[in-house]
């Protein structure tokens, strides 16, 4: 079974803090992504990586950068929080086989305030 | 890009009736449409999709149903249960646009026992 473990699940920071929030994914998948889910917006991309070192933006970039240092890590990194960017956190990945990199397995999602 | 849309926001039905959730989308090039399932804090999760050469996909008492030439696509629930009230996003992935998943904003389902 798919194992994606989102560090923390719930995270309260203050206005400028740098934030780091962690996924891990156990299932050797290549490829990994970061949404935000708002109510009323659904599931906005914010970045994905299909490889070690490779990063691609999404929809929502702005505001935000990651780091894929590993194939199981991917990290989203706020660096400098604002109150706009309170929202929940969900990070998800999908191996890279035809037929089966649209699948998303999802963590269970940071609930993000900022202060 | 692909714009992904759902509606009703939020459906109310009785328990065993059947609830029907539709999506349409934008981009003719999209070829696989899942439907994922969130209950109340908890993560999405996958529960049925189809892809472009199939026009109708059953799993127990859930199947999707797909119209390309009018581009939508729909989640049938029969005999609904109280564990079904949950949010239901679509989406629709695209080999000739940004090669990723479109999400809809997602429906409220509950099911009133």
């Known amino acids: 079974d798919v194992k994606v473990t989102q560090s923390s699940r719930y995270l309260v920071k203050r206005t400028g803090e740098k934030v780091f929030l962690e996924c891990v994914q156990d299932?050797?998948?290549?490829?990994m992504f970061w949404y935000r889910q708002d109510p009323g917006l659904g599931l906005r991309l914010i970045y994905f990586s299909y490889d070690v070192k490779m990063k691609e933006k999404g929809d929502i970039p702005e505001g935000y950068s990651v780091s894929r240092e590993k194939k199981e890590r991917f990290s989203l990194i706020l660096e400098s929080a604002s109150t706009n960017q309170t929202s929940m956190y969900l990070c998800?990945?999908?191996?890279?086989?035809?037929?089966?990199?649209?699948?998303?397995?999802f963590g269970s999602g940071t609930q993000l305030s900022v202060l | 890009g692909e714009n992904v849309e759902q509606h009703p926001s939020t459906l109310s039905v009785q328990e065993g009736d059947s609830a029907v959730i539709k999506c349409t989308y934008s981009?003719?090039?999209?070829?696989?449409f899942p439907w994922y399932k969130q209950e109340l804090g908890k993560r999405p999760q996958l529960i049925i999709d189809?892809?472009?050469?199939?026009g109708e996909k059953k799993d127990q008492r859930i199947a999707v149903t797909l119209n390309k030439t009018a581009k939508h696509f729909s989640l049938h629930i029969t005999e609904t249960q109280p564990e079904d009230s949950a949010v239901y996003f679509c989406?629709?992935?695209?080999?000739?646009?940004?090669?990723?998943?479109?999400f809809g904003k997602g429906n409220q389902v509950v099911v009133i026992p």
């Open positions: 189809i892809r472009s050469n199939v």
């Open positions: 981009d003719s090039a999209s070829n696989y």
């Open positions: 998800a990945s999908s191996p890279a086989a035809t037929g089966e990199h649209e699948k998303l397995f």
């Open positions: 989406a629709a992935f695209s080999r000739g646009g940004n090669n990723r998943l479109a």
């Open positions: 299932m050797d998948h290549e490829n």
